[in-house]
């Protein structure tokens, strides 16, 4: 089994920063992307970015410019540097992995969600 294990969210000011961190733990498993999603209250969970193993990134053009992607492979985790932080930033943000390797097989991975509120 595999963990995906998010910190970092928090309440913060409009213009602010924030660093979430995603870390995954368990054995015999190998991960490929790695991802952030964002789900606001009452809407549809939406990508905000993702990163491969050699480090391509793609972002939501909502959050260019002002969020970063970014992985350590050594330590299976990826960060989210969020800046110049917007109310309408305010989600419970997602780490995503969506084709995790384990023996012959892929799976997909979720973690459990951490809540970033942006204050106005």
């Known amino acids: 089994q595999v963990q995906l294990v998010e910190s970092g969210g928090g309440l913060v000011q409009a213009g602010g920063s924030l660093r979430l961190s995603c870390a995954a733990s368990g054995s015999g498993f190998s991960i490929n992307r790695m991802g952030w999603y964002r789900q606001a209250p009452g809407k549809q969970r939406e990508l905000v970015a993702t990163i491969t193993t050699g480090g391509s990134t793609r972002y939501a053009d909502s959050v260019k410019g002002r969020f970063t992607i970014s992985r350590d492979n050594a330590k299976n985790t990826v960060y989210l540097q969020m800046n110049s932080l917007k109310p309408e930033d305010t989600a419970v943000y997602y780490c995503?992995?969506?084709?995790?390797?384990?023996?012959?097989?892929?799976?997909?991975?979720w973690g459990q969600g951490t809540q970033v509120t942006v204050s106005s």
């Open positions: 995503n992995a969506p084709d995790v390797s384990r023996g012959s097989y892929y799976y997909q991975y």
